[in-house]
């Protein structure tokens, strides 16, 4: 079993950032993928942006150049940087991480206002 704690969402004006933390304990595997998708009302569940603990990150178009993924790997640790806010973001982020098995966290709104 893997948990995943995210947190760092809230309510930005557009052109802001935020940093979205998600932290995973349990059964951390050393070869897996973190990352972050996104819901937002109406719509599916989108990839953001994936990291893997081989050093591979990928970005959905909508957001590169203005998201950045990182990871801790002593800390099984990811962060999204997210500069440049557009009302577009406004959406439930997803941490995820993809072992042999993959995990969902909790989510955490992220709502972007003019």
């Known amino acids: 079993q893997v948990q995943l704690v995210e947190s760092g969402g809230g309510l930005v004006q557009a052109g802001e950032s935020l940093t979205l933390p998600c932290a995973a304990s349990?059964?951390?595997?050393?070869?897996?993928?973190m990352g972050w998708y996104r819901q937002a009302p109406g719509k599916q569940r989108e990839m953001v942006a994936i990291?893997?603990?081989?050093?591979?990150?990928n970005y959905a178009d909508s957001v590169k150049g203005r998201f950045t993924i990182s990871r801790d790997n002593a800390k099984n640790t990811v962060y999204l940087q997210m500069n440049s806010l557009k009302l577009e973001d406004t959406a439930v982020y997803y941490c995820a991480y993809q072992g042999l098995v993959g995990y969902w966290g909790q989510g955490t709104q992220v709502t972007v206002s003019s």
């Open positions: 990291s893997t603990s081989t050093g591979v990150t």
């Open positions: 349990g059964s951390i595997g050393s070869i897996n993928a």
